[in-house]
């Protein structure tokens, strides 16, 4: 089994792409669009965010980076210019398709959360800058994101402010407190050592929470999605679209603020990666529908794009700032 978490770890996007293809499959050969989806939610949300949190060390921020600059501006990026650039695209590239266009505006409010560590790492940027980001970022969340998809995705289909407040508090500080709980005491019985070894095995239980909700989401929307093969085009048109806009501000704003490549790297994966565990988890108990859909699809994309932005580009992101 935790040679099984650790591949699914490592191969994630292929599980996702593997699991969404058999959720079509499923979805077109029995009915499952009755499904009651709230329970498969939660289960869903406690597997994905309740082992990322325990193996998040909170504690570690007072003892982090002190960029304050390039942590402000991040934040700033990562909520209020992708959510513009979310609300531009929702009403040009998807208008007329209310519950897309709502996908784009959650991942433009939910910025990526623990993640970011672990990109950060890839890319030989500031990982301690990285961390205060992530976990100041994860408490904004449930400030700021219902306001922001309030005022967003209002005027596209019926929002409630109180329900997203709620949502993003169960699914974010319960996790929260209950993992530093676990981590604590994990930490008291068996030591640093043994949490530092089971800790590789979190981000594969949080995977199985992705693949669970990811194949009974896109399984109740099959028969819609396979009439209507365009909804594939226009939602990575408009999530690579989202993922450029946002390179291309982040990188001439590390240009006008002189960062070197170490911050300016932290920027670019602050300003195009977004929490996949959360916005989904968001979409799935409130929203439902192709908006689920657009998000399972996600994935995929967003891995592939910033593995290109690491491997691919990094080198010209290199030279361009240094």
């Not at 980076?65 to 695209?89: E, K, Q």
């Not at 939910?110 to 980001?133: F, K, Q, R, T, Y």
């Not at 093969?229 to 989202?242: C, E, N």
């Not at 108990?285 to 657009?294: I, K, Q, S």
Request: charged share 10%; net charge positive.
């Amino acid at each position: 089994m935790r040679s099984l978490l650790l591949h699914i770890k490592k191969y994630l996007y292929l599980y996702v792409a593997v699991d969404f293809l058999l959720a079509l499959w499923v979805g077109l050969h029995v009915d499952i669009r009755q499904l009651n989806m709230k329970p498969v939610s939660l289960l869903a949300v406690f597997l994905m965010l309740y082992p990322m949190l325990t193996g998040m060390v909170v504690e570690k921020v007072k003892r982090a980076g002190r960029n304050y600059r390039l942590i402000g501006l991040t934040l700033f990026f990562a909520f209020f210019v992708a959510s513009g650039t979310a609300y531009v695209l929702s009403r040009t590239l998807l208008a007329g398709q209310p519950e897309l266009a709502l996908a784009i505006i959650l991942v433009g409010a939910i910025p990526c959360s623990n993640m970011l560590i672990g990109w950060s790492g890839i890319a030989d940027a500031s990982v301690e800058d990285a961390l205060v980001i992530a976990v100041v970022g994860l408490l904004l969340i449930p400030f700021l994101s219902p306001l922001i998809v309030r005022w967003s995705g209002g005027p596209l289909l019926p929002i409630r402010t109180a329900d997203l407040v709620l949502n993003l508090m169960l699914y974010i500080i319960v996790p929260l407190i209950l993992g530093y709980v676990t981590r604590r005491e994990i930490i008291r019985r068996r030591g640093m050592a043994y949490f530092m070894e089971v800790k590789k095995y979190f981000p594969g239980v949080s995977a199985l929470g992705i693949l669970l909700i990811v194949f009974f989401s896109v399984a109740k929307v099959a028969p819609k999605v396979v009439q209507q093969p365009q909804i594939f085009l226009l939602v990575a048109g408009a999530l690579f679209s989202y993922y450029i806009v946002q390179t291309i501000l982040a990188l001439l704003a590390a240009r006008l603020f002189h960062l070197d490549y170490a911050q300016g790297m932290i920027l670019l994966l602050g300003a195009t990666a977004s929490s996949q565990a959360i916005s989904l988890a968001l979409a799935a108990t409130l929203f439902g529908g192709l908006t689920v859909f657009a998000l399972s699809f996600k994935p995929i994309l967003q891995v592939g794009y910033i593995m290109f932005l690491i491997y691919g580009l990094g080198g010209h992101i290199r030279r361009f700032l240094e």
